[in-house]
Each structure stands twice: as structure tokens, then as C-alpha cells.
């Protein structure tokens, strides 16, 4: 085998097994992993079931088709993009995916150092935690696995709990796109934040000291 080969055999793999769980109050169990090929359906379930609460993405109607929700799978594994779901077995498949974090690659050549950041989580599983692992695995996975330095992102300046959990992870503001949004007869300002990846590592190496 070549040595380009072998890599992304043992990637395949680490992908495959990789997994921990996080344990919720409730005695709950969650699965935070990476996306696998039966998740699809799961993902965009929840997906949709953000878009139609209208406060948290600036799209306006679900994804119904199932060639784009298994073009979006294929162009994560074609890019080597990553994206880490959050799965409870609490709930039958496909409705056990609560929660996903996709981190995707730059479209410019000269990006592709940088991740672009985006999560959803179910409403019911809010404030849990879930979010903020998912995010951690994501980020460290990037840098593992893509050689990614920078994560950026954004979101509605009206997602409080979003914007709280990511300034506490790290992420600083760097702008604000006004009225950048039109839903529902209402305009959202979008804010764009940033995170250099070896900063969030070293500060959570010193937290664990």
C-alpha cells in the first residue's frame, strides 16, 4: 500500500471507533461521534426541526429532497469535512439524532487552515452540555484529522445562548454584519466570531492542570 493509503485506512478506522459518551442528569446516556452514513436521515430530521422553530438559521423551508441531503453526506467525505453528532438511545432511529456539529473547509485556496463552524441541537436537549462537547470534539478533530488552525463562525446577534456558550469556549467576536438577515418581516444582524485552535488547547490544558 502506499503511505497516502494506509493514512486514510487508519483515518477510516479512527473514525469509525471513535466515540465518548456524555452522561446527563437524567442518567441519560449520549453517543457524540462522528456522522455515519444511517445518520443522514437523523440529521436532517433535527435540521429541519430547527428551521422550523424560524429564530436560529437564515433558512426559510426544510430539506424534503433526499438527493440533497445525500449530496451534503457525500461532499463531507469527499472534502474530508468533519462533522460530530450527538445520538441518544433513548430515541428509535432516525429520530435519535439530537444534536451536530459540522466543521466545513474553507472555499478558498488559501483557507484551508480555516474551518467554518456550524451546530444545532434539538430544543428538548438544550443547556445540557451537549452543545458545548460537541463543539470541543469538533474542534480538536479539525486539528487532528485537517490540520485546521482557525475556526470561524456565526450566528443571529438574538441567539444569547449560542453567543454565551461560544465566548465561553474561547471564540472572540471580530464584527458585526447589520440587518444581515430578513425572516418573518424582521431583520437579524449576524456576528462573526473566530478561534485559533493551539489557543483553545493550551487554555484547556491550563484548566486541567
Known sequence: FHNNTIRYIVIKVYILVMSTILEL???????????????????????????????YLPVLFPVRSQLEKDSWYHKIKKEKEICIIAETKKIKSPNNII?????????????LHVGNL?????????????????IDLAIKESKKLNNKEKIILSCFSTNKRALHIYKKMGFEMIGVRKNQFYMDSKYYDEVLMDLWIDDYLNQNKEIHK
Open 25 to 55: 442528569k437524567t442518567d441519560e446516556k449520549i453517543i457524540i461521534r462522528h456522522l455515519q452514513k444511517s445518520d443522514v436521515e437523523g440529521v436532517w430530521n433535527n435540521f429541519n426541526e430547527v428551521i422550523d422553530e424560524g429564530i
Open 118 to 134: 456550524g451546530i444545532i441541537v434539538t430544543e428538548k436537549y438544550r443547556d445540557l452540555g451537549i452543545g458545548t462537547n460537541l
Open 99 to 111: 444534536g451536530q456539529c459540522e466543521i466545513s473547509n474553507s472555499d478558498w485556496d488559501a483557507g
